[in-house]
């Protein structure tokens, strides 16, 4: 069993920047392949960035360049810094946790404006 809660989201401009955080609980966390997916408004839920136990990480098209996926096994925390924000970044952004599982946090807000 894994516990997930995210932070960081909140409101910000087009072109800015926000460092989401995801702090797990309750397993053995280096062991897990880590994810952000968002779910834009009216829309279903996307991989946004993965990375695993070994570090590779994978990206969607659509945030390459921009948002950066990283983890602290020491602090079992998967962060994800978006840079150059854009307003079809918006979209409520879950961290998940998955091995033969998969564990999911609550989710927390992103909205950029234009």
């Known amino acids: 069993q894994v516990q997930l809660v995210e932070s960081g989201g909140g409101l910000v401009q087009a072109g800015g920047s926000l460092r989401l955080s995801c702090a797990a609980s309750?397993?053995?966390?280096?062991?897990?392949?880590m994810g952000w997916y968002r779910q834009p408004p009216g829309s279903q839920r996307e991989l946004v960035a993965d990375?695993?136990?070994?570090?590779?990480?994978n990206y969607a098209d659509s945030v390459k360049g921009r948002f950066t996926i990283s983890r602290d096994n020491a602090k079992n925390t998967v962060y994800l810094q978006m840079n150059s924000l854009k307003p079809e970044d918006t979209a409520v952004y879950y961290c998940?946790?998955?091995?033969?599982?998969?564990?999911w946090g609550q989710g927390t807000q992103v909205t950029v404006s234009s």
């Open positions: 998940k946790a998955g091995r033969h599982l998969n564990y």
């Open positions: 990375i695993t136990s070994g570090g590779t990480k």
């Open positions: 309750g397993s053995i966390f280096s062991i897990y392949t």
